[in-house]
């Protein structure tokens, strides 16, 4: 497994930005950002896959969150602009050391390492 350390979490007024840090130790092959509102369950952000590297977002962040990765710091990042008080959530990085079947990276039995969460809360 890889062990997972996030940072960069904190309240901002709505429009404003965050970027969010999650540094691995471990070999990784995707990782990815969950979130999980108050009341719901947790669901998936976006995630990052390499070597190309290829990105995958959920619908909702589209063209509001960057998620990319420093190979030499083994730290992927989520830039989050235009951040909405509906973006409120604790965020979770994920990594997986491996790929099975037909992925999708979306799926959290995809990931085997999670870090300990960061909570953002966007206000109105």
């Known amino acids: 497994q890889v062990q997972l350390v996030e940072s960069g979490g904190g309240s901002v007024q709505a429009g404003g930005s965050l970027r969010l840090a999650c540094a691995a130790s471990?070999?990784?092959?995707?990782m990815g950002w969950f979130r999980q509102a108050p009341g719901r369950e947790r669901e998936f952000v976006a995630a990052?896959?390499?070597?190309?590297?290829?990105?995958y977002y959920t619908d909702p962040v589209k063209g509001r969150f960057t998620i990319s990765r420093d190979s030499g710091k083994n730290t992927v990042y989520l830039q989050m602009n235009n951040l909405k008080p509906e973006d409120t959530a604790v965020y979770s990085c994920?990594?997986?050391?491996?790929?099975?079947?037909?992925?999708?990276?979306?799926?959290?039995?995809?990931?085997?390492?999670w870090g300990q969460g960061t909570q953002v809360t966007v206000s109105s």
């Open positions: 471990g070999r990784a092959v995707v």
């Open positions: 990052v896959k390499w070597p190309a590297p290829n990105t």
């Open positions: 994920a990594a997986a050391t491996f790929i099975f079947g037909q992925p999708t990276y979306s799926r959290e039995s995809e990931y085997n390492s």
